[in-house]
């Protein structure tokens, strides 16, 4: 299957390609590398690199002319600077709409957008239900909201999947790696008081492998174990990790910006694509652990406008 993955050298983007090229799909990769990284979409057989920004119609047009996919899915987005309205702007609406355009010019046979749970705001009802109205306050949360109803409206058969916080290789955003990052270093950290649900990335590539079937069902579904954890949960198992004596850490209320409770009730996407989450939510951390074991934590990114202090220990 050929498959273009805009955001492809990022953390969601990077995992899938390492899932399907050995699977033998052909993948094309669009990405600015403003948070994603060269180094993993590597010259390979099979992977081709497009080195630009969905805001850019004609780069998207010609990349739909020269690959002709037959399934797009839409990870690329733009978050890191939470007061530049602008670029989220670009990226996720205007980038999403040129997307949703070059797929219905083409005829795409699929078209697969990542979702923030952050398009919900502040939910009225836990664990948050497919029907539930989207209401978001941040840039980054109402740029991803127009983007989506734009593909909503493409005319081409649309999966958007509103994702849990996704544990898995290179995980550079939210709590765990902020707290492994600074416990390692010996500096001090706060929880908010906030919980959120956390995902395998192999219960993320499972589904992901049935919505880009063509017979899959279309809509919007929410993607999560429906399970909520407390970012007091997340930075005790870290203590734990690193052998670190008991820490008595505070526990701050959430920023302004910030929303106490976000967990998805999976129910439906349960129901309509017989997909369950398989991995417990300790092995999925303690996975993530031992990858940065493995490999260190290298920048982490955060979408939220908090101010210099509570950076330190910043929820998704
Ligand atoms: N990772 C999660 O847990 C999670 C949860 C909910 C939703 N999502 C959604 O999944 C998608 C992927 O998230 P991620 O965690 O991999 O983030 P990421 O930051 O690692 O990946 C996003 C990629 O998009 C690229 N990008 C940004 N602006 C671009 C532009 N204008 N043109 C081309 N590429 C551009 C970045 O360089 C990066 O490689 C995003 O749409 C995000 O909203 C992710």
Not at 200 to 210: A, E, G, I, P, W
Not at 240 to 243: D, G, I, K, R, T
């Given at each position: 299957m050929k498959?273009?993955?805009t955001g492809g050298a990022g953390c969601l983007g990077s995992n899938l390609i390492e899932h399907w090229l050995p699977a033998g799909h052909s993948?094309?990769?669009?990405?600015?590398?403003?948070?994603?990284?060269?180094?993993?979409?590597?010259?390979?057989?099979?992977?081709?690199?497009?080195?630009?920004?969905?805001?850019?119609?004609t780069l998207v047009a010609n990349c739909f002319d020269r690959f002709k996919p037959e399934v797009v899915v839409h990870a690329a987005a733009s978050y890191k600077d939470p007061t530049d309205w602008k670029e989220d702007a670009q990226t996720n609406v205007v980038g999403s709409i040129h997307i949703a355009k070059a797929a219905a010019a083409h005829a795409a046979p699929r078209l697969i957008n990542l979702q923030t749970a952050l398009c919900y705001g502040r939910p009225a009802e836990l664990p948050i239900p497919i029907t539930h109205p989207t209401a978001p306050f941040t840039s980054y949360g109402i740029t991803?909201?127009?983007?989506?109803?734009?593909?909503?409206?493409?005319?081409?058969?649309?999966v958007?999947?509103?994702?849990?916080?996704?544990?898995?290789?290179?995980?550079?955003?939210?709590?765990?790696?902020?707290?492994?990052?600074?416990?390692k270093a010996g500096q001090e950290c706060f929880c908010s008081?906030?919980?959120?649900?956390?995902?395998?990335?192999?219960?993320?590539?499972?589904?992901?492998?049935?919505?880009?079937?063509?017979?899959a069902p279309t809509g919007?579904?929410?993607?999560?174990?429906?399970?909520?954890?407390t970012i007091k949960e997340i930075f005790d198992l870290v203590a734990?990790?690193?052998?670190l004596p008991e820490l008595d850490v505070p526990?701050?209320?959430?920023?302004?910006?910030?929303?106490?409770?976000?967990?998805?009730?999976?129910s439906e996407t349960e129901r309509t694509f017989n997909w369950n989450a398989t991995v417990p939510f300790a092995e999925a951390i303690a996975r993530q652990l031992t990858w940065y074991d493995a490999y260190g934590v290298s920048d982490v990114y955060s979408h939220l406008a908090a101010p210099a202090v509570s950076k330190q220990a910043i929820h998704e």
């Open positions: 498959i273009l993955i993948i094309m990769v669009i990405d600015n590398f403003a948070t994603g990284k060269r180094e993993v979409v590597p010259s390979v057989p099979r992977l081709d690199v497009v080195e630009g920004t969905i805001a850019d119609q991803k909201t127009a983007g989506e109803q734009f593909m909503l409206m493409s005319g081409v058969p649309t958007s999947l509103r994702l849990a916080n996704i544990t898995g290789p290179r995980l550079a955003i939210g709590p765990i790696p902020t707290f492994y990052k600074r416990l008081d906030t919980r959120r649900d956390f995902l395998d990335m192999s219960d993320f590539f499972s589904v992901m492998d049935l919505a880009i079937r063509a017979d919007v579904f929410n993607v999560s174990t429906g399970e909520g954890h734990a990790h690193l052998e526990v701050v209320p959430p920023a302004h910006d910030d929303v106490s409770a976000v967990v998805l009730d999976p």
